[in-house]
């Protein structure tokens, strides 16, 4: 079982910055592939970036391309998602979630675990 718990979110003006962190543990199993999904009130959980067990690879949705940046640093057990030029767009609860079979993919429902989510809102 895995154990994912993100953290980083908070209010910003549009065109900030945010970094996201995701903290993993529990896995004796060896590296997961991880993406970050978010979620608005009313609308389907969206996949906007995903990253592959080695890291060497990387994948972005249209709407957070150029703007939006993955990361993983496996010696901290961490996932960062770096968000520059926010948008009011951007606004909703981001989650972290880890993929045991490969990746990097952007369909939620491959994911198996997944964090509790943090809220991010763009706002002036």
């Known amino acids: 079982q895995l154990q994912l718990v993100e953290s980083g979110g908070g209010l910003v003006q549009p065109g900030g910055s945010l970094r996201l962190s995701c903290v993993y543990s529990g896995s004796s199993r060896g590296n997961y592939a991880f993406g970050w999904f978010r979620q608005v009130p009313g609308k389907e959980r969206e996949g906007i970036a995903g990253?592959?067990?080695?890291?060497?690879?990387?994948a972005y949705a249209d709407s957070v391309k150029g703007r939006f940046t993955i990361s993983r640093d496996d010696a901290k057990n961490t996932v960062y998602l770096q968000m520059n030029n926010l948008k009011p767009e951007d606004t909703a609860v981001y989650y972290c979630?880890?993929?045991?079979?490969?990746?990097?993919?952007?369909?939620?429902?491959?994911?198996?675990?997944w964090g509790q989510g943090t809220q991010v809102t763009v706002s002036s």
């Open positions: 990253i592959s067990t080695t890291g060497a690879t990387t």
């Open positions: 979630a880890a993929d045991p079979y490969g990746g990097p993919r952007l369909q939620p429902e491959v994911y198996y675990y």
